[in-house]
């Protein structure tokens, strides 16, 4: 039995804390929303709830039964216009940046992006995330379709590698912003 299941809409506030807690020293969430910890803690809550219902109406979001991970899938484009309240224009100007570069080294064909894959600090580095990540990529690998993602950490790297993804072209920054490492893998 699985310890990693669909999400249910009405679960959206956990899965909103679980990515909360997972990016709030991201490097690339650093960048987005800079200055002390506080802002990110403000503003994430916004930007992955946006997130979060794109999937539940797009995509799919997957959720581990003790509620430590989470991640957000959506069809190939399916990142659209998101509306985020309580973002300032310096922000919003950060994130359009950083979105349409990213959608600029997307793959053209259809596919599933991980668009957010967040294990609970405490949870990290205990095979939380693989578990999580298999499990949709289970499900799309009998679906016969790609998937795709952007790695935002040496690490994160490391763990997409092993789960059968190589590099889709070279790593990418904003301007003056960390490195992102575009990632594609084809079903088993």
């Known amino acids: ?13 956990v899965v909103v804390g679980i990515l909360v807690a997972a990016f ?12 002390d910890d506080r802002r ?6 916004a930007f992955f709830r946006a997130l979060a219902e794109l999937g539940f109406a797009a995509g799919s979001v997957d959720l581990t039964t003790d509620h430590s991970a989470a991640v957000i899938w959506t ?7 998101l509306m985020i309240p309580g973002l300032d224009d310096d922000e919003l100007h950060r994130l359009g ?4 570069l990213m959608a600029a080294r997307e793959p053209r064909e259809p596919h599933w992006h991980a668009q957010f894959t967040g294990v609970r600090p ?31 950490s040496p690490d994160s ?25 575009p990632m594609r893998r084809l079903p088993a």
Do not use: C, I, K, N
């Open 122 to 152: 405490g949870r990290q580095r205990g095979g939380v995330g693989t578990r999580l990540l298999r499990h949709g990529l289970d499900r799309y690998d009998a679906a016969g379709a790609p998937t795709y993602l952007e790695a935002s």
């Open 40 to 45: 990110r803690t403000r503003a994430h809550p």
């Open 1 to 13: 039995m699985s310890d990693v299941r669909a999400a249910d809409p009405s679960e959206v506030d």
């Open 157 to 181: 790297t490391r763990l997409y590698r092993r789960l059968g993804f190589a590099d889709h072209g070279p790593a990418f920054s904003p301007p003056g912003g960390p490195p992102m490492q």
């Open 97 to 100: 940046a950083l979105l349409g």
């Open 75 to 81: 069809p190939a484009g399916g990142d659209g216009d």
């Open 24 to 35: 709030q020293d991201d490097p690339m969430s650093r960048w987005v929303f800079p200055g």
